[in-house]
DNA sequence: CATCCGTGCTAATAGGTATTATCACATGCG
DNA sequence: CGCATGTGATAATACCTATTAGCACGGATG
């Protein structure tokens, strides 16, 4: 038995195990015993919650206090393994983290146009949501990346700069912000043309002859809101009609914001001949409004809505109003992932897709009217 | 340098590795290679892809086949581990698959339900979705399932009974199906109780005077058209009154189909006072066709819808509806997993969660009628 | 006082994967 | 023919984690 340790004698003399400390990249079981004083075994114990194996509590806390100090992490062996290996089943899974999915229908769209464009390349998408909280979006994001995903889609469901969470860049993933971005364009990002957007419907009433046009808008704090209304009076620069601040009443995305609104706006000495809602709910309310002044949509007065709601197309009558272009984003957050495989981590510029206006019956020519 | 070794030796002594055939439960490298007849070393290259290492395609071949056959697997170390550890980060991540998603609000509520009661435990919730195809929703779940879920909860977006795909009966996890159920009742299941919804329905307009109700069916094909026509022929029965064939017309689900079953309903020589449509869209197209005849409701007839889509609320006048439980059923899985730890996997009853009834402005007394 | 446990941990080891240092073997070259 | 050289694997080993078999020790017991 003592021969064969012979037989591998010459090879061994180039060995150098372990020249001296080993700062390796990956925090072990054992670093972490070392740092609570106990033996690697107990931290595997106390780790996996091993039934049947008694510790003091006090070891126990000593370990976990220990494994979070040094931030272990569990080995996952298919981190970095790229998108599509040779190996059915292995296939490419991109995460998809957002704040909330239930709120409102843009996530699920988006994630529609990300299951879409990944399904062709046969990867799985994973979804998880952070619902904002600082304690659990971590978490959720650590579940995705510590299982190994080859890219990870990061979205908010407002429109908005945001401060990334510093685990954004230390992944060794491409990651994609939907609907956000940060300062700093370290990331690829994609938007909706919020401006182009409201600029789009203003000058679609413009091109109805109106010239006398309102606009009720969203929370002011929102970029969204900020953004529908420069579109709105850029149109209006364009189309050389002066603004007038009368007509700009605030809302606050709600119906009945837009109820109360369209009230004031009736008010006036000098009427609106159209009226554009920043968004559909603010467009049910003015609906409403206009209904109760005996007004009829679009002789008496165009409207248009913007975010293209479900409830948009059932109104009395259909709602002129624009898309946001949530599926696109989704797609686009996917082709950017099989184009450059991740360009040395530069500056990217943010991307805004269109939001088209997609055209029903609540806009009408103004010559019926008084011009 | 000899002398340690004999330290070692006495333990050496009991070493016995390897005793014979090992049939463990995994599938190792060392499997694959012997099975493609090379090193372990070379398989691991192969399926790590390693850069810089050159092997021959046909060698990488050999061991990608041997590893489908096999069925390798990465090692994944928190497959079996309890939905709670006590180290956060490591948290019970918990899978969630549903065939579609972005059709129709139900499942995002169901997620949305699921990971309300999720939350509180810390547990994070993963999406997936199938679209139920065959070839992808393999590849879904095992995204999930490979790389450690706790537990998974199994959803369709239609209410049915599902021939469980086999890997489920093969996971080690607990498994939960949500609107949906397999005939050998092997996994729990929650349903909502649409017999109960018909009839709860259905009985709200009986007990506004109504006699002759009228219902306009889904797709009959379909588990919930049946099972609401249950409970509206039951309601009925319940209060004596006779069934009449006549005032059940079938319709698909459409708002148009709604309204063309309205109009051969109001075509009868004795007109219904109410119907009942068995989902909202229906009930929008027989709004419609209502109107069209100068009917007003709820004073000439009365409507109930079911499913309490968003749009319910905003009809004129608001629709009475019924609330499927897509909520109440993502929580009443969750809540299954943190009760019994999976009890021997044996027969389990199916779970039906009631559909309760939101009373809006569509359903008036008979007494203005004649009666 | 010796014994006998339960308690709380550890040593040793099994069983996996990743990686490094070679190695056998054609193949071209002088 | 003798030798460098590139190619396609491998052996041996480094490093992980999980698990089994005890070990030390304090307190109850006889």
Not at 309 to 325: D, V
């Amino acid at each position: 038995m003592s021969e064969p340790t012979e037989l591998r004698d010459p090879p061994q003399a180039s060995r150098r195990r372990k020249p001296a400390a080993k700062p390796k990249g990956r925090v072990t079981m054992t670093d972490i015993a070392r740092a609570a004083g106990c033996s690697q075994a107990t931290v595997s114990f106390v780790l996996n919650n091993s039934p049947g194996i008694r510790l003091s509590q006090q070891t126990r806390e000593r370990v976990i206090e220990a494994a979070r100090a040094l931030g272990y992490s569990p080995p996952v062996f298919s981190a970095l393994r790229p998108a599509i290996t040779p190996f059915e089943g292995l296939d490419g899974v991109i995460g998809f983290v957002v704040d909330q999915l239930a709120t409102s229908p843009e996530a699920v769209v988006a994630i529609e146009g990300a299951r879409q464009a990944s399904w062709n390349a046969g990867n799985v998408l994973l979804v998880a949501q952070t619902m904002g909280d600082a304690v659990m979006e971590p978490r959720a994001v650590q579940a995705l990346t510590r299982r190994g995903i080859s890219a990870l889609i990061y979205m908010t469901i407002f429109t908005r700069e945001i401060a990334a969470p510093d685990f954004l860049y230390s992944l060794e993933i491409p990651v994609i912000l939907l609907n956000c971005y940060t300062a700093d364009y370290a990331f690829p990002a994609v938007v909706p043309s919020e401006i182009a957007g409201g600029q789009s419907a203003t000058r679609h009433l413009i091109g109805h002859g109106h010239r006398r046009i309102a606009t009720i808008t969203g929370e002011p704090w929102m970029q969204a809101a900020q953004d529908r209304l420069k579109g709105y009076r850029r149109a209006l620069a364009t189309a050389d009609i002066p603004f007038d601040p009368e007509l700009v009443v605030e809302g606050d995305w709600s119906a009945s914001a837009g109820y109360a609104a369209t009230v004031k706006l009736l008010g006036l000495k000098e009427r609106p001949t159209a009226i554009f809602c920043q968004n559909d709910r603010t467009a049910i309310g003015c609906y409403e409004a206009l209904k109760e002044a005996g007004l009829h949509i679009p002789q008496d007065i165009s409207v248009v809505g913007y975010d293209d709601e479900e409830i948009a197309r059932h109104l009395f009558p259909p709602l002129t109003t624009s898309i946001l272009p949530h599926l696109a984003m989704g797609q686009w957050a996917i082709e950017q992932l099989e184009t450059p495989p991740t360009p040395g981590r530069g500056r990217y510029p943010i991307t805004k897709l269109e939001c088209p206006l997609v055209e029903r019956e609540s806009v009408g020519a103004v010559s019926t009217q008084l011009r």
